[in-house]
């Protein structure tokens, strides 16, 4: 069993910072890659980043690339999003996500709240 909790989000101009967090507790921390996803009003849910064991390979969605910094922290059981250059389209709920079973995202957060204002 794995339990998430996000924290961070908030209310931005366009063009500002984030930094979203997630703890994980649980099985071994470093053992799993991890991802993040958001949902933004009146859409379906869409992967944003990801990140691997290690923290040494990091993938992003063509939508946050250059933008957006995957990492992790495995002495402290915690991912993060540095998110900048925000835009309006940027709102949403963001979910972290934990692939333990090598095959799915069978473990989520309950979402943190990102509002872009322009």
């Known amino acids: 069993q794995v339990q998430l909790v996000e924290s961070g989000g908030g209310l931005v101009q366009a063009g500002g910072s984030l930094r979203l967090s997630c703890v994980a507790s649980?099985?071994?921390?470093?053992?799993?890659?991890m991802g993040w996803f958001r949902q933004a009003p009146g859409k379906e849910r869409e992967w944003v980043a990801a990140?691997?064991?290690?923290?040494?390979?990091?993938m992003y969605a063509d939508s946050v690339k250059g933008r957006f910094t995957i990492s992790r922290d495995n002495a402290k059981n915690t991912m993060y999003l540095q998110m900048s250059s925000l835009k309006p389209e940027d709102t949403a709920v963001y979910y972290c996500?934990?692939?333990?079973?090598?095959?799915?995202?069978?473990?989520w957060g309950k979402g943190t709240l990102v509002t872009v204002s322009s």
């Open positions: 649980g099985r071994t921390f470093s053992s799993y890659p």
């Open positions: 996500a934990a692939l333990t079973n090598g095959t799915t995202w069978d473990y």
């Open positions: 990140i691997n064991w290690s923290g040494g390979n990091t």
